[in-house]
């Protein structure tokens, strides 16, 4: 029988290494280190303040960490320009509103694509309109006329244009449905199976965490815990995990820094 800790493992997909980053003099991530694998759907979780979205700022290059090193696929991207990382195959859809509302579905998507050159994003569009058919039948509304659900799957078919190797999305059920946001769990787990990496920050943690692999707690922007979803999720202190404070009894595994 081969000893399992002899078996080389994956070059993680994504990498935080000692990461402090912020705003001016204010710090939100301390000396922050994770590993993300990749085809993998990682979700984080933690209270208010945390440091989620600033994990996702830092690592599309929106923010410059003070300390510490990023790596994609084990090649440094620390401080990268977004306009390269996009081009590096990596797509972020962030919190709340992000679209051009005065012009129509149809544009914002070409506009989407418009690294690829225009005649590419035009052959995407029908592929991706397939995963979003309310979107489909409003392509040649105007984006602001659009429910706010229907304007957040909008924003994600604009970054699948891209056929991103990694996906970060922040908040992907906000203003939607309950069977919308089973949809877009749905389609976030297929392209993970398909390959793509995951890192998303999610407030319906129970059931974000039913499509994730891994869960990744966050507290003074610092690690508290890093384990299987499943193992989250059957937690009876699971509510604790996410709105601050691992639970009583929990140890860090120095070798691969998860709690167990």
Do not use: W
Not at 28 to 37: D, E, M, R
Not at 105 to 120: A, C, D, P, R, S
Not at 203 to 209: D, E, G, H, I, R
């Amino acid at each position: 029988m081969t000893d399992a800790r002899s078996t080389p493992r994956a070059t993680p997909c994504i990498e935080f290494d000692d990461v402090v980053a912020g705003y001016k003099d204010f710090m939100i991530l301390n000396n922050l280190s994770f590993a993300v694998q990749p085809g993998s759907i990682t979700l984080l979780i933690g209270p208010n303040g945390a440091g989620k979205s600033t994990v996702l700022k830092t690592l599309f290059g929106l923010l410059t960490p003070r300390q510490g090193k990023i790596r994609l696929n084990g090649v440094d991207i620390t401080g990268i320009k977004p306009s390269v990382l996009l081009s590096q195959g990596l797509a972020f859809v962030p919190q709340g509103r992000n679209l051009f509302g005065r012009l129509s579905v149809y544009e914002n998507l070409e506009l989407g694509g418009i690294t690829l050159g225009m005649k590419t994003a035009r052959e995407r569009i029908p592929e991706i309109l397939e995963f979003f058919p309310r979107v489909k039948e409003r392509l040649h509304s105007r984006a602001s006329s659009l429910s706010g659900g229907e304007q957040k799957q909008l924003e994600v078919g604009r970054a699948l244009l891209l056929r991103p190797r990694v996906l970060l999305i922040d908040e992907p059920s906000i203003g939607l449905s309950p069977i919308v946001v089973q949809d877009v769990f749905k389609l976030l787990r297929t392209l993970a199976d398909q390959g793509t990496t995951v890192l998303m920050v999610e407030q319906n943690v129970k059931s974000a965490l039913r499509f994730s692999d891994d869960a990744i707690a966050l507290e003074s922007g610092r690690l508290v815990l890093h384990k299987p979803a499943h193992a989250v999720l059957a937690d009876p202190n699971v509510e604790r995990l996410f709105l601050g404070g691992a639970h009583p009894g929990t140890a860090l595994d120095s070798d691969n820094g998860r709690l167990l």
